[in-house]
């Protein structure tokens, strides 16, 4: 069974306490629910009766991904932020340098991958091109890349800053880019090897 995941702050630079309740408490808490009755309906299922073109054991399946993607996608977004943020520096620093040609040319293009994307913007590590990408996933099941692991998760699914802002997606990507906790996606990079990868 999965547990919530406590949020480690009540509010943020540019993101109030009513926000990040409702987007936490509310839809991300729904994920990790809707994985717990899914898994246990798999148990029971009659994979005899399993089919293309409809079936209770695809349905399943497939909505597996939405709900378990949906709970991690939530987990790396609330963990890659802290009130106030910090400053890149150091290996992931030299990597997006190295990747992107310049910090600046990273977050020009992420910036504008918040604006079209319709769900996600994640910054993950290649692990067969050893390099860094931004990806766009307009749903939690749909446009993750394999063999690549999340390293920076930004939201832009309404629901991360309609109480906040309404319609004004531009001011909540620039309100989140406030609250960056670079030192969370270098512990992240630590865990998984990648310095190691490096070399």
């Known amino acids: 069974m999965r547990e919530v995941r406590p949020l480690k702050y009540k509010e943020l630079d540019g993101l109030s306490e009513k926000q990040l309740k409702e987007h936490h408490d509310v839809l991300y808490a729904g994920y990790v629910k809707k994985i717990d009755e899914i898994e246990e309906k798999l148990k029971k299922i009659d994979l ?32 890659n932020m802290i009130k106030g943020g910090n400053e890149p520096a150091g290996k992931i620093l030299e ?11 990273w977050e020009k293009e992420f910036k ?40 920076f998760i930004m939201d832009v699914y309404e629901h991360a800053y309609f109480i906040d802002y309404a319609a004004g997606r531009k001011a909540y990507i ?11 996606i270098d512990k992240l990079m630590s865990r998984f090897g990648i310095y190691f990868l490096e070399g």
């Open 48 to 79: 005899a009766s399993a089919g293309a073109v409809y079936s209770d054991l695809r349905e399943l399946k497939l909505e597996e991904t939405f709900a378990l993607n949906g709970a991690k996608l939530h987990e790396g977004y609330f963990d």
């Open 95 to 105: 990597m997006i340098e190295r990747d992107f040609g310049s910090y600046e040319n």
């Open 112 to 151: 504008a991958l918040g604006l079209a994307a319709r769900g996600w913007v994640v910054l993950g590590y290649d692990l067969d091109e050893k390099k860094l990408k931004n990806i766009l996933c307009d749903s939690h099941n749909q446009g993750g890349v394999w063999n690549m692991i999340s390293l």
């Open 174 to 184: 620039e309100a989140f880019f406030k609250n960056i906790d670079w030192r969370s």
